[in-house]
């Protein structure tokens, strides 16, 4: 039934020390995006996938990157996680990149970072 | 001009009352506006959306009104439950992906 499936859903790491979260997806989606979201704000996008083409939003910090080894899974790499990277990170899948197209979110892993 | 500016950011209503949470945007080119809401330890979820060729769309207890001239639309939440309590997000979006959010309200709703 789930559509969207994050893992870890908790993800304690050490200053610097790298760490990846993983997405997968039964939708068949062609779009599958990431975000970052702090506590008491909006989702922040750090970037998405259409199919294998990969789009970094022009603020995301060099840090963070991403893997999609084929339609249903995406990974998020911290290279270097700082106590700034704290936070919850969403997934989030969509038919198109055409804005009405509804994304369908994960439940999020949260990343402690220590 | 990319901004979506939601109010209030917390709002506190009776079980049976009406929550109201307005949204308010300058960019002309969004034409789909979204509200997503969002449990705690939940991401987020479509729950209503509203294109700017309508006033208004009803969905259950749930209604987008939308204002094309003055730039703005609203959330009612009608006959409003303790299970509505969540946060709330208005967004928008042109003809790209990139959805643009509120700031989010946080809604509970008292017993």
């Known amino acids: 039934d789930a559509m969207v499936i994050q893992n870890p859903r908790y993800q304690v790491t050490q200053f610097g020390k790298p760490v990846t979260l993983s997405c997968s997806q039964t939708?068949?989606?062609?779009?599958m995006y990431w975000y970052q979201q702090k506590s008491s704000q909006a989702p922040k996008l750090l970037f998405h996938?259409?199919?294998?083409?990969?789009?970094n939003e022009a603020d995301t910090p060099d840090n963070f990157q991403s893997r999609r080894p084929n339609t249903s899974f995406c990974f998020l790499d911290i290279r270097s996680p700082g106590l700034g990277d704290a936070a919850m990170y969403l997934c989030?899948?969509?038919?198109?990149?055409?804005?009405?197209?509804?994304?369908?979110f994960g439940p999020g892993t949260r990343l402690t970072v220590l | 001009q990319q901004q979506v500016k939601q109010s209030p950011q917390s709002l506190i209503v009776q079980k049976g009352g009406i929550s109201i949470i307005n949204c308010a945007y300058e960019?002309?080119?969004?034409?789909?506006f979204p509200w997503y809401q969002q449990f705690p330890g939940k991401g987020p979820a479509l729950l209503i959306a509203?294109?700017?060729d309508v006033s208004e769309k009803k969905e259950g207890r749930f209604t987008i009104s939308f204002n094309k001239s003055a730039k703005q639309f609203s959330l009612h939440i009608m006959d409003s439950q303790p299970g509505d309590s969540a946060t709330y997000f208005c967004?928008?979006?042109?003809?790209?992906?990139?959805?643009?959010w509120g700031a989010g309200t946080k809604l509970i709703i008292k017993p």
């Open positions: 989030a899948t969509s038919r198109t990149l055409q804005g009405f197209n509804e994304q369908f």
């Open positions: 939708l068949n989606h062609n779009v």
């Open positions: 960019n002309t080119a969004f034409d789909y």
């Open positions: 967004a928008a979006t042109g003809s790209n992906y990139q959805l643009i």
């Open positions: 996938y259409y199919d294998k083409d990969f789009n």
């Open positions: 509203i294109r700017p």
